[in-house]
């Protein structure tokens, strides 16, 4: 009997002490925040502004540099110009009127004239830009970028009784320079840019030719090897001095300054 009395009293005493701890005030920390004083989550778009040029990596400024001007050419219509290159003329005229660029053509390609007059047609299709190359030079202060390019080549020759299609591939390479202007902006120009010696390949896509006709192939690409390096070049060139001029300003900034320290941002591979 003492014992339920005494865990009745207990009960009672417990229900008072928890209905006074209810009246107390709470602690500060314990009280509910207005909405206005929550923190709020932090925009990500702070962390970008004004450092997205530093956030990139040496191999995401190689990347993004390539991949602007790839996009660039293709934007500036590289594959209609090397489409449209007037290789047959060209090449019957002996280099024409273009000058400087195709002077002294006449002279190499005379001792071939018997073999382009049999050839009654000569254009390019399915010019392709392929995936562009980057090297910094040993001192770090110059780039190297490699332009690789694939067009097909479509002959008619009353020798063959197709049409003979050469494929063709050809390095074009442009160096790239950091420099400041009277006004001290920075700038990325094209330095040297030609044809990189040796990478002109051609070959028959037709697979097997007679005698006959493989000699004509390899008197084809004999001219082609005088005459072709330099056309494209006058028409690639030209273009990634301009896509140069019209990069991002925070990319040309962000490698501009590591050209003009010497610093190296291109990773070997």
């Known amino acids: 009997m003492f014992q339920i ?8 005493l417990l229900a008072q002490t928890t209905a006074l701890l209810d009246t107390l005030p709470l602690p500060l ?3 509910p925040l207005p909405l206005e004083a929550l923190p709020l989550p932090l925009d990500p778009t702070l962390l970008l502004e004004g450092t997205a040029a ?16 790839s996009t660039g ?13 007037p290789l047959l003329n060209v090449l019957k005229t002996g280099g024409g009127t273009s000058g400087g660029l195709l002077g002294g053509l006449l002279g190499k390609v005379t001792s071939v004239v018997p073999l382009l007059n049999k050839i009654i047609d000569m254009k390019i299709t399915n010019p392709q830009l392929l995936e562009l190359g980057l090297v910094q030079s040993p001192d770090g202060h110059r780039l190297y970028v490699t332009i690789p390019l694939g067009l097909t080549l ?15 591939k050809l390095n074009i390479t442009a160096q790239v320079l950091a ?12 330095g040297d840019c030609t044809h990189s010696p040796g990478s002109l390949q051609i070959s028959l896509l037709n697979g097997f030719a007679p005698l006959p006709i493989q000699g004509l ?17 006058g028409e690639v060139c030209p273009l990634v001095n301009k896509v140069l001029s019209q990069l991002d300003v925070t990319l040309v900034h962000s490698i501009a300054d590591l050209l003009i320290h010497g610093l190296e941002f291109v990773i070997k591979v």
């Open 54 to 69: 530093q956030a990139l990596s040496p191999t995401d400024l190689a990347g993004s540099l390539t991949d602007a001007l």
């Open 179 to 190: 420099v400041k202007n009277e006004e001290g902006k920075i700038h990325l120009v094209l």
């Open 5 to 12: 009395g005494g865990l009745i009293v207990f009960c009672g």
């Open 73 to 85: 050419l293709l934007s500036e219509g590289l594959l209609g110009s090397l489409e449209n290159l």
């Open 154 to 168: 479509n002959v008619n020759t009353p020798l063959a009784i197709q049409l003979l299609k050469l494929a063709v």
């Open 217 to 233: 192939v390899n008197g084809i690409s004999s001219i082609l090897n005088q005459v072709l390096p330099e056309l494209v070049q």
């Open 29 to 31: 920390e314990a009280l």
